[in-house]
């Protein structure tokens, strides 16, 4: 157990809904990452936060937005939802968000569009 | 722009034996380098990473991997295979010089271990 929380585990809604993941990450760790894995693409990351402020960004769609709040939790919105945005969806964590930083993931939420 | 590369998509090994994850990577300056390994329905575990120093690096669940700068590798092993290794293990590299780059992971490699 990486101490990294995610909910909900599963989630099916219909194309263009939204929905909203949420993070909690390991007691102590300042920073959120989000990754998406799909067969196709592989493991894709999205953005990530650092003491609630965006610090780097990736593929990240302009339908998702994130944001990290001052408890540090994390919540990736997910809007207009498309049949490909079927996917696993992973948070980590990291001490300080630093380059070398190790981070620990979270069991992830595996997102149906149908 | 930085990239890794994990060329077998799949490895059957028996257990006891040995085994070899393979990843390459390339990089503009030097590299910091990263296993991960999935278990189904699981996160990522971290193994193992490179910053700098010892071309061997020791991790966990008994695994290593060496870095050899000429040949831009990274591979993953391990002595003797046990069942429970088999999973799907990620290669992942950060570019010191390119601190703007975001860590960038392989497809992965699915590890059978066979009894």
């Known amino acids: 157990d990486s101490g990294v929380t995610q909910t909900p585990k599963h989630l099916i809604t219909a194309t263009g809904q939204r929905v909203t993941l949420r993070c909690s990450p390991r007691s102590g760790d300042l920073s959120v990452y989000w990754y998406q894995q799909s067969l196709d693409q592989g493991l894709q990351f999205l953005i990530q936060?650092?003491?609630?402020?965006?610090?780097a960004k990736g593929n990240i769609l302009e339908r998702f937005s994130a944001q990290q709040f001052p408890d540090l939790h994390s919540e990736l919105n997910l809007s207009s939802l498309e049949l490909g945005d079927s996917a696993l969806y992973f948070c980590a964590s990291s001490l300080n968000g630093g380059y070398t930083d190790t981070q620990y993931f979270g069991p992830g939420t595996r997102l149906t569009v149908l | 722009a930085q990239s890794v590369a994990q060329p077998e998509d799949q490895v059957n090994v028996a257990e006891g034996n040995p085994l070899t994850v393979k990843c390459t990577y390339s990089v503009s300056g030097n590299p910091y380098l990263f296993w991960y390994v999935q278990y189904p329905n699981r996160g990522l575990q971290f193994l193992l990473k490179y910053i700098t120093g010892d071309n061997l690096v020791k991790g966990s669940y008994g695994f290593e991997a060496e870095f050899n700068k000429s040949q831009t590798s990274f591979h993953l092993k391990k002595p003797s295979a046990l069942v429970s290794d088999s999973a799907l293990y990620f290669c992942?590299?950060?570019?010191?010089?390119?601190?703007?780059?975001?860590?960038?992971f392989g497809k992965g490699t699915r590890l059978h271990i066979l009894p």
């Open positions: 992942a590299v950060r570019d010191l010089l390119n601190r703007d780059d975001k860590i960038i």
């Open positions: 936060y650092y003491n609630g402020e965006e610090r």
